[in-house]
């Protein structure tokens, strides 16, 4: 009788230890596709980030390249001013002058953007590409580490859920082996297997609460 009641105790208890392996198994399953995901979404970010850098770049170098003629075009229309020319020459060079200082202005006008010129005349290359980034971002998650520091945090719990899941599957062995056991030590068997399904039990409550 007292052998049967055994039986029967330990039966329940190896049930047990299978559903919380089987819950176990599940949330560690969930983890490692949300760290999936996580990196995903994270390597989309990069490389949004990266193409919009690039992007950018170009730009703004070609800006920087249309300073660099409107500088030069500004600079020729300066030398043309000579005070000691006769006045006939005076108004060639006149002529010519608001001809070049014109393309000089219509260059800053269209193909970059003053305000990225500086008190000293130079053109502020960093500013154009941080505020271009800024911009890119309100528009676009451009922004990684969040991803990947969920990622990270999803495999550790999986992985931490894995080891959890041994556990549980070494007392079921225990429990089982307990089961079919006829001598006394059957009772060591069902203490082992009872402490390490509490283990489990705990590390199913540090997998899903603390990582």
Same mark, same amino acid.
């Given at each position: 009788?007292?052998? %049967?009641?055994?039986?029967?105790? $330990?039966?329940?208890?190896? +049930?047990?230890? $299978?559903?919380? &392996? ?6 560690? $399953?969930?983890?490692?596709?949300? @760290?999936?995901?996580?990196? =995903? ?9 990266? #193409?919009?850098?690039? /992007? ?5 170098? %070609? ?11 500004? %600079? ?11 006045? !006939?020459?005076?108004? @060639?060079? &006149?002529? /010519? ?6 393309? @000089? ?8 953007? *003053?305000?990225?010129?500086? @008190? ?7 500013? !154009?590409?941080? !505020?271009?980034?800024?911009?890119? +971002? ?7 580490? *969040? ?26 062995? =225990? ?7 006829? #001598? ?15 283990? &489990? ?5 540090? &997998?899903?609460?603390? /990582?």
């Amino acid at each position: 009788m007292e052998n %049967e009641r055994f039986k029967s105790t $330990t039966a329940v208890l190896v +049930a047990v230890v $299978t559903v919380l &392996g089987a819950i176990v198994a599940c949330m560690a $399953t969930s983890a490692a596709s949300s @760290a999936a995901n996580a990196d =995903f979404e994270g390597l989309n970010a990069a490389i949004r980030a990266q #193409k919009n850098e690039i /992007i950018n770049e170009i730009i703004a170098f %070609e800006h920087y390249d249309a300073f660099t003629s409107y500088t030069r075009y500004l %600079e020729l229309g300066n030398l043309l001013y000579d005070p000691n020319a006769d006045d !006939e020459t005076s108004r @060639a060079n &006149g002529v /010519i002058q608001r001809e070049v200082w014109g393309v @000089a202005s219509g260059i800053s006008s269209y193909f970059f953007q *003053p305000r990225y010129v500086t @008190a000293d005349g130079v053109y502020d290359l960093e500013r !154009e590409l941080n !505020e271009a980034f800024t911009q890119d +971002a309100q528009n676009e998650d451009l922004n990684s580490d *969040p991803y990947f520091k969920e990622s990270d945090r999803m495999h550790k719990r999986s992985s931490f859920l894995t080891a959890d899941m041994i556990v549980l599957a070494v007392s079921f062995w =225990f429990l089982q082996l307990a089961q079919v056991t006829e #001598k006394n030590i059957k009772y060591l068997w069902v203490i082992v297997g009872i402490l390490l399904g509490l283990a &489990g039990v705990m590390g199913l409550m540090i &997998g899903r609460l603390l /990582i």
